[in-house]
């Protein structure tokens, strides 16, 4: 697998932003570009990252194409088609999404996300924005969520079978399946079983921690690696018998040094486990 991040430095240079990943230590970015990129930028950051030996891991297409609100449904499916096309104009493994809310926050629960309704819905959606673009070199996937459809491997293996597209495949977040204390006591079980169920259509993983408070009402709470609950040997162990191109992207820290914090608690799990990185 291939260890990633974001990347503070910045910069409108390919070359400077492939050396400024490669210092980092990381052999995976996320896509420094967005869907208004032209042509020649794109074909340009592509190349950069070619010759750095640096997967392109994801492209974001973080909205709500599932929302109640027709309108906000119709641009954030736009959106989507656009970010898919960047994924493929770049080469990059996917293009990521969650499958959003039925709720007024587009990343929150709601009552509907879990029914059979809502289901359809996302079936038809990723069938719409897979349809639109036709991609050859790259996968839409939605990262799997707590509150809503897919939260489970099984879950996400009947959506893959209901969408039927041969190019929409699987963002792994295992932290977002730890939704329960049984889970969260048992994330060895939880990630082999995970990745070992959807494994072949894994294009790309993201590498956080969970923590689960000690108050009277069940309270998780999302932390650097290496100060929670996920069992990372398992993870990356299981991880490395995927694709050796497979990413696995770090997120959600407020800076540059938690980020190096995290990237060496995680390599010194790899050390031990005899990974490679």
Same mark, same amino acid.
């Given at each position: 697998?291939?260890?990633?991040?974001?990347?503070?430095?910045?910069?409108?240079? +390919?070359?400077?932003?492939?050396?400024?990943?490669?210092?980092?230590?990381?052999?995976?970015?996320?896509?420094?570009?967005?869907?208004?990129?032209?042509? %020649?930028?794109? =074909?340009?950051?592509?190349?950069? !990252? !070619?010759? =750095?030996?640096?997967?392109?891991?994801?492209?974001? !297409?973080?909205?709500?194409?599932?929302?109640?609100?027709?309108?906000? $449904?119709?641009?954030?499916?736009?959106?989507?088609?656009?970010?898919?096309?960047?994924?493929?104009?770049?080469?990059?493994?996917?293009?990521?999404?969650?499958?959003?809310?039925?709720?007024?926050?587009?990343?929150?629960?709601?009552?509907?996300?879990?029914?059979?309704?809502?289901?359809?819905?996302?079936?038809?959606?990723?069938?719409?924005?897979?349809?639109?673009?036709?991609?050859?070199?790259?996968?839409?996937?939605?990262?799997?969520?707590?509150?809503?459809? +897919?939260?489970?491997?099984?879950?996400?293996?009947?959506?893959?079978?209901?969408?039927?597209?041969?190019?929409?495949?699987?963002?792994?977040? +295992?932290?977002?399946?730890?939704?329960?204390? $049984?889970?969260?006591?048992?994330?060895?079980?939880?990630?082999?079983?995970?990745?070992?169920?959807?494994? *072949?259509?894994?294009?790309?993983?993201?590498?956080?921690?969970?923590?689960?408070?000690?108050? %009277?009402?069940?309270?998780?709470?999302?932390?650097?690696?290496?100060?929670?609950?996920?069992?990372? =040997?398992?993870?990356?162990?299981?991880?490395?018998?995927?694709?050796?191109?497979? *990413?696995?992207?770090?997120?959600?820290?407020?800076?540059?040094?938690?980020?190096? =914090? %995290?990237?060496?608690?995680?390599?010194?799990?790899?050390?031990?486990?005899?990974?490679?990185?």
């Amino acid at each position: 697998m291939r260890l990633g991040g974001p990347v503070f430095e910045k910069t409108t240079d +390919p070359q400077a932003w492939a050396a400024a990943v490669k210092a980092l230590g990381y052999r995976a970015a996320y896509c420094p570009l967005d869907a208004d990129a032209d042509d %020649a930028t794109v =074909a340009a950051y592509a190349a950069a !990252a !070619a010759e =750095a030996d640096v997967v392109i891991a994801e492209v974001g !297409a973080w909205s709500n194409s599932i929302a109640s609100d027709e309108a906000v $449904r119709r641009q954030s499916l736009d959106k989507c088609i656009r970010q898919l096309g960047l994924a493929e104009r770049i080469g990059a493994r996917c293009c990521v999404n969650i499958a959003g809310s039925r709720g007024p926050v587009w990343h929150g629960p709601h009552g509907d996300d879990v029914t059979d309704a809502t289901f359809d819905l996302i079936v038809r959606t990723v069938r719409e924005i897979v349809d639109a673009v036709q991609p050859t070199r790259t996968y839409y996937t939605l990262e799997m969520m707590q509150w809503v459809l +897919p939260d489970s491997a099984d879950s996400y293996l009947e959506l893959i079978e209901a969408v039927d597209r041969e190019r929409f495949g699987v963002h792994l977040d +295992p932290v977002n399946l730890v939704n329960c204390p $049984r889970r969260y006591f048992d994330t060895t079980s939880l990630l082999t079983d995970t990745i070992r169920a959807l494994g *072949p259509h894994v294009r790309s993983c993201h590498a956080k921690d969970v923590l689960l408070g000690d108050g %009277a009402i069940v309270h998780l709470d999302e932390i650097r690696p290496g100060l929670g609950k996920l069992d990372y =040997a398992t993870y990356l162990r299981e991880l490395d018998k995927l694709d050796p191109d497979t *990413p696995l992207m770090m997120e959600h820290l407020p800076d540059a040094e938690q980020y190096a =914090a %995290a990237a060496q608690y995680i390599r010194s799990v790899a050390d031990a486990e005899g990974v490679a990185l």
